[in-house]
């Protein structure tokens, strides 16, 4: 079994990403690492450049500043990488996503196990997206969503997020797949308040609109919060000692919307009835 891991960067120092603790938790499950590392003004490429591991694969991008359509620009880079992968498995971490060192071993046989099972086109994990701080996880996103794709099968990423195969020349779909056997641990709005202020002035234009001022973390509904009562990797702690928030405190002035409404409803439908109700990138062979 080969294992390709893959991801995209930019201007990942500037905006406080944990990109080398991802890149570090991934290296032992994979064969080789492919990186697209979109030209920047900060020292992205030279970090990672410095881990110094020969299974790092780099290449470097032009981004498309003319494509402003609903983040289409980051699925373009992601199947740069994801194309350069030659693995039997292509496994995609995101730049704020890290795995827990005592999963790698169930993770690994699961890969394994569905290798000759071409039923199985992908596998999905479950989510910790971390909110606010490191010790509480927002659950009104999807909460599961593969990670790695067949390499044998047609596929694209159309934003950047999930996959969809191509099984027809016009029709797409999400994969079939099975669970991972662990989970990925999403940092990315727990990180300093300035560097995701920083973040969202840059990434508005690819949505085709410029971004507000991040009104910071306690803008929200806290019923979709839940206290997180798991250990992180042991790879973040320093980071989250340095770049992350501890400290939540909801924005009294904060008034339900209409999608909070909808989701309040929702969590009381799941605790009533005993279900889990959150959008899925996939189709569950389970």
Not at 115 to 133: I, M, N, S
Not at 141 to 160: K, T
Request: proline share 4%; charged share 25%; with cysteine.
């Amino acid at each position: 079994m080969k294992v390709s891991g893959f991801t995209f960067l930019r201007h990942a120092v500037m905006n406080g990403y944990p990109f080398e603790e991802s890149i570090r938790s991934l290296l032992p499950l994979v064969d080789e690492f492919v990186i697209a590392v979109g030209d920047g003004q900060d020292d992205t490429l030279a970090r990672v450049e410095a881990i110094g591991d020969a299974k790092i694969r780099i290449i470097p991008t032009q981004w498309n500043e003319a494509m402003q359509d609903r983040g289409f620009v980051y699925g373009q880079q992601k199947m740069i990488a994801q194309y350069n992968c030659s693995g039997d498995w292509a496994f995609y971490l995101e730049a704020d996503e890290v795995l827990h060192e005592n999963e790698l071993e169930s993770i690994e046989a699961t890969m394994r196990r569905y290798l000759k099972a071409p039923e199985v086109e992908a596998l999905y994990f479950d989510f910790f997206h971390f909110y606010g701080t490191p010790d509480q996880v927002g659950i009104a996103g999807y909460r599961r969503a593969p990670r790695i794709i067949r390499n044998s099968i047609r596929s694209i990423a159309p934003d950047g997020l999930f996959f969809v195969v191509m099984d027809k020349n016009k029709i797409g779909r999400y994969p079939k797949a099975r669970h991972a056997g662990g989970a990925i641990y999403h940092y990315g709005h727990c990180r300093k308040v300035q560097h995701m202020a920083e973040k969202l002035k840059q990434v508005g234009k690819y949505w085709g609109h410029a971004h507000q001022d991040f009104p910071g973390y306690g803008h929200i509904d806290t019923a979709e919060l839940r206290p997180f009562t798991g250990t992180h990797p042991a790879l973040m702690q320093d980071w989250l000692a340095e770049h992350a928030e501890h400290v939540f405190v909801q924005d009294p002035r904060y008034a339900l919307s209409t999608r909070d409404r909808r989701n309040r409803i929702r969590f009381w439908l799941e605790q009533t009835l005993g279900i889990e109700i959150s959008k899925k990138h996939y189709v569950d062979l389970e």
